[in-house]
């Protein structure tokens, strides 16, 4: 005699299975976040769609004149805090080599060749944010950026004579992974200060999203249905 619970299920987790494995282990997805914004990006996380982790940043800060009062590149808290920093001279229009890296519970953050490290974080993490900023005759690049060795657009911000922020966000990704590339920063003039010369990458996560079942899979539920109802009338019947 035909088990119809067990047939049932059977099909119906062939049919999920074939839906749910991933084509490529390392996938990931790059969202066009083409005009967001420093308040959009902070509504995220005040509404929970997006929590911080750890970020990894640099900045002109005094541009390494006058000791560690002014940072130039470091790993931080959510709130800005910082675990670990160093000072930088940067060029005018040079570009300087970065990788962070994440293992889970290590954070490798290297600019040019200064290492930064921090075992303060650690868990999973979904999301990436890499953010640019640019004020008053000057310019952040991000270019030749490479995810787990994979290519993803560039990011740039110019700021002529007001500020310009842009966003560029990684998704449903895994630790751990890399993240390289260059960053240049450029200016005309006098030097910005601080971070009105600066990129950051905020590594976190977002909500789970409730997953809508394809049209294959409702196909094949239904048929597993209609075959159960099939079979009952088949046994009554006899």
Not at 107 to 117: A, E, F, K, P
Not at 159 to 183: E, H
């Amino acid at each position: 005699m035909i088990n119809l619970r067990s047939a049932f299920f059977t099909l119906a987790v062939v049919s999920l299975g074939a839906v749910c494995v991933p084509k490529e282990a390392n996938a990931f997805t790059v969202v066009d976040r083409t005009g967001f914004t420093d308040t959009e990006f902070n509504q995220l996380r005040t509404d929970g769609l997006f929590t911080e982790l750890f970020v990894a940043e640099s900045r002109i800060g005094n541009n390494g004149f006058g000791g560690n009062n002014e940072r130039e590149f470091g790993i931080n808290t959510d709130t800005g805090a910082n675990v670990a920093f160093g000072d930088r001279i940067w060029e005018n229009g040079g570009l300087v080599d970065f990788t962070l890296q994440y293992t889970g519970s290590l954070v490798n953050y290297i600019v040019g060749d200064r290492l930064l490290s921090s075992s303060a974080f650690s868990g999973p993490i979904t999301d990436i944010f890499l953010r640019t900023r640019a004020v008053n005759n000057s310019t952040m690049a991000l270019s030749d950026l490479l995810f787990n060795g994979q290519a993803i657009s560039n990011l740039l911000s110019s700021g002529l004579d007001s500020t310009d922020v842009d966003y560029l966000q990684i998704s449903n990704i895994t630790t751990p992974f890399t993240l390289t590339g260059k960053s240049l920063m450029s200016w005309t003039g006098t030097a910005p200060s601080r971070s009105n010369l600066a990129y950051q990458i905020k590594v976190g996560t977002t909500p789970p999203v409730e997953s809508v079942p394809e049209p294959g899979m409702v196909g094949a539920l239904f048929a597993a249905g209609v075959l159960s109802v099939g079979l009952k009338k088949k046994q009554t019947a006899a």
